[in-house]
């Protein structure tokens, strides 16, 4: 029998705020509706490795869930109607989806935002060499990775190579189980005394990544690099390419393996990529479910986040500004700027990117009463920045006030959390980008273990939350 609480208990209880587990807080039924939402999420992780792939998997779904082309409705001259789908691609690596609601656009939008590029090596534009009898390819990383992560590892490549004559070449290799697979090499402990004195950030350079591709050499004595010409010819008749054809070619190294269950409970998603698909496919998801709206609902997917977000396909483009000026020109026979400025001064959105959880290895990295834990559902992030705040966003206590309302009210698990101590780091979302087009915009994802790691890790139950939060947030008025 639960022994009677105290006075100062109770008043404890009602006065306090602490995060709670969300596996305690849901039911059985909620728990198996997770996993069953997470198996989708895995295949999705396995279809999507790059920003290219992701764009390609938008579109598919967007078709086939009724959303049409922004592109068509401009051209058949339609105008905006109470659930009309619109959708947008934008340079194959970026996109909107857009669910009409029955509200003026001068009411504002309401926007859940993520990115769809992840931490990753790319090759050179002239990656092809050879030396000691073995073929090789060239690179450079791309985001902030820890170079040492990233050696001796399973790598898949995918991406495209575009010829002179326009014709565009998609490659993906190292995927399926009867693939080839590819690998960067690292040092033996027998002979790595000098490497392991050296900082971790030092025992594995940029130069040194550079990729295991083969080591058979051609049958002919008088050519000089027998293994890269077999190289190129297997190339050649595979894809019917030439060596120049690297220059004009966007190929990344990726993780080879798939997406997998963690946990003898099966709770967690172990995966690459996770930072910021996570968010980017569950705000994916909450879009294409929507049935009817009040406010105009959008999900704005962008390129180059991991870089800096500029770029025509980043969130610094006027890729947003764009579409929605296009909806205000759908919206009415005349366009005004001043629907538009009006419609976005009075926008909201979600900035969807993950949060660092609490890791028990590192916690000295942490501030434990402001950080975010991994299975206590959504994260709310108030600012990004670095230290002093420099080079983020600062969200306004009456919008959060306004979103604990509504994730409290929808029974929304949530915590609030700060990306590391004050003096340790940091780090920028798209949210100061959105946040300068007059929008009003907080963070907003899930917490992440082993973040721009290979393998990165997310609890089943934030996962599902998460796209719950961002479903909710887009019908809200």
């Known amino acids: 029998m639960e022994e009677n609480k105290t006075q100062g208990q109770v008043l404890f209880e009602s006065l306090s705020f602490t995060a709670k587990n969300a596996w305690e807080k849901s039911s059985e039924d909620e728990k198996n509706k997770a996993f069953e939402f997470c198996e989708g999420y895995k295949s999705f992780l396995d279809k999507a490795k790059t920003e290219r792939e992701f764009a390609e998997e938008v579109e598919k779904l967007a078709l086939q869930n009724g959303f049409i082309a922004l592109d068509k409705v401009i051209k058949d001259r339609k105008k905006l109607h109470k659930g009309m789908k619109i959708y947008h691609i934008n340079r194959k690596k970026s996109a909107v989806l857009c669910v009409v609601g029955s509200k003026g656009l001068e009411e504002g939008i309401k926007m859940v935002g993520a990115h769809i590029d992840s931490p990753?090596?790319?090759?050179?534009?002239?990656?092809?060499?050879e030396d000691t009898g073995l073929a090789l390819l060239k690179t450079h990383y791309y985001g902030g990775i820890k170079k040492y992560q990233w050696v001796t590892t399973p790598m898949a490549l995918h991406g495209v190579i575009v010829k002179q004559s326009g014709e565009t070449v998609k490659v993906v290799l190292g995927e399926n189980e009867d693939d080839m697979v590819f690998t960067i090499t690292d040092l033996l402990p027998h002979l790595a005394v000098e490497q392991m004195q050296k900082k971790m950030s030092e025992g594995i350079t940029g130069e040194a990544l550079n990729l295991l591709f083969g080591s058979i050499p051609y049958n002919d004595e008088k050519v000089k690099e027998k293994v890269k010409l077999n190289i190129l010819?297997?190339?050649?008749?595979?894809y019917g390419i030439v060596e120049e054809d690297f220059s004009s070619a966007e190929l990344e190294i990726v993780p080879a393996f798939k997406a997998r269950d963690v946990g003898l409970d099966r709770s967690l998603v172990g995966a690459y990529g996770q930072d910021d698909r996570v968010c980017a496919y569950t705000a994916l998801k909450a879009i294409l479910d929507l049935k009817e709206v009040e406010h105009t609902a959008l999900c704005v997917l962008t390129d180059k986040e991991e870089i800096g977000s500029m770029g025509n396909t980043g969130a610094e483009s006027v890729l947003l500004e764009n579409f929605v000026a296009n909806l205000c020109s759908l919206s009415s026979d005349t366009y005004s700027d001043i629907l538009l400025r009006n419609c976005l001064s009075r926008s909201k959105m979600l900035s969807a990117d993950v949060n660092?959880?609490?890791?028990?290895?590192?916690?000295?990295?942490q501030d434990k009463k402001n950080a975010s834990y991994i299975g206590k559902g959504l994260v709310l992030q108030k600012y990004t920045g670095s230290r002093g705040k420099a080079g983020g966003s600062d969200a306004?206590?009456?919008?959060?006030?306004?979103?604990?309302?509504?994730?409290?009210?929808?029974?929304?698990p949530w915590q609030t959390g700060e990306l590391g101590k004050v003096d340790l780091g940091g780090g920028g979302t798209i949210a100061q980008y959105v946040a300068n087009l007059g929008v009003e915009v907080i963070d907003c994802g899930v917490a992440l273990l082993s973040m721009h790691s290979p393998f990165e890790i997310t609890s089943k139950m934030d996962v599902y939350i998460i796209y719950k939060a961002y479903t909710e947030f887009m019908k809200s008025r």
């Open 233 to 238: 010819k297997i190339l050649n008749e595979k």
């Open 356 to 365: 660092a959880g609490v890791d028990p290895n590192y916690e000295g990295v």
């Open 120 to 129: 990753r090596i790319d090759l050179k534009q002239n990656p092809l060499y």
């Open 396 to 412: 306004n206590p009456e919008f959060i006030a306004e979103l604990r309302k509504l994730f409290n009210e929808k029974n929304i």
